[in-house]
T-cell receptor, first 109, second 112 residues
Framework: DVKVTQSSRYLVKRTGEKVFLECVQD?????MFWYRQDPGLGLRLIYF???????EKGDIPEGYSVSREKKERFSLILESASTNQTSMYLC????????FGDGTRLSIL | RKEVEQDPGPFNVPEGATVAFNCTYS??????FFWYRQDCRKEPKLLMS???SGNEDGRFTAQLNRASQYISLLIRDSKLSDSATYLC?????????????FGKGTRLSVIA
């Protein structure tokens, strides 16, 4: 069964911390994506990557960075976490089909 | 204009009812279209793709009108288990490396 695995379902961090959200896929997909989902705002694209070491900004990249050192892993980094980054974070990988991880519910206190 | 717009909902319907969701998209060059279902605190899951000819999967029928840039989803004989948020999703190009664009979703509650 194909799998996109996000490292944590729930995470609580403090303002100013550097936060890493990890996503791993086992389908050998080249394309990986990070979205955040907030009530009333839907899913918004943060960053995506279509190859190792390649990254593209999405619609709301401010305050985030990403790392794609290996094909199977796409990491989202909050350089200095702020309360407005409290959200549900969804990772996806795709070739012809899309697959989502379970999501990470991140709270910044 | 937002890229993908949906009925805001929520829709509260009795079991057995027929309910229709509508969606419009702004990019006329968009290539592929989908309805996703998302249960509370879960990830989105593909419900069905949407084709110009229309397609049906059991109680679910999806339609695409390219001229009007309009997508619909019809659910017949609603079940309690249909309660979820339904996301209208557009792929601007027909490739896996193009990010999907999501509507904000329409919440459906089917009531006994």
């Amino acid at each position: 069964d194909v799998k996109v695995t996000q490292s944590s379902r729930y995470l609580v961090k403090r303002t100013g911390e550097k936060v890493f959200l990890e996503c791993v896929q086992d389908m050998d997909h080249e394309n990986m994506f990070w979205y955040r989902q907030d009530p009333g705002l839907g899913l918004r694209l943060i960053y995506f990557s279509y190859d190792v070491k390649m990254k593209e900004k999405g619609d709301i990249p401010e305050g985030y960075s990403v790392s794609r050192e290996k094909k199977e892993r796409f990491s989202l980094i909050l350089e200095s976490a702020s309360t407005n980054q409290t959200s549900m974070y969804l990772c996806a990988s795709a070739s012809t089909d899309w697959h989502f991880g379970d999501g990470t519910r991140l709270s910044i206190l | 204009r937002k890229e993908v717009e949906q009925d805001p909902g929520p829709f509260n319907v009795p079991e057995g009812a027929t309910v229709a969701f509508n969606c419009t998209y702004s990019n006329s060059a968009s290539q592929s279209f989908f309805w996703y279902r998302q249960d509370c605190r879960k990830e989105p899951k593909l419900l069905m793709s949407v084709y110009s000819s229309g397609n049906e999967d059991g109680r679910f029928t999806a339609q695409l009108n390219r001229a009007s840039q309009y997508i619909s989803l019809l659910i017949r004989d609603s079940k309690l288990s249909d309660s979820a948020t339904y996301l209208c999703v557009v792929n601007p190009r027909n490739s896996g490396n193009t990010p999907l664009v999501f509507g904000k979703g329409t919440r459906l509650s089917v009531i006994a």
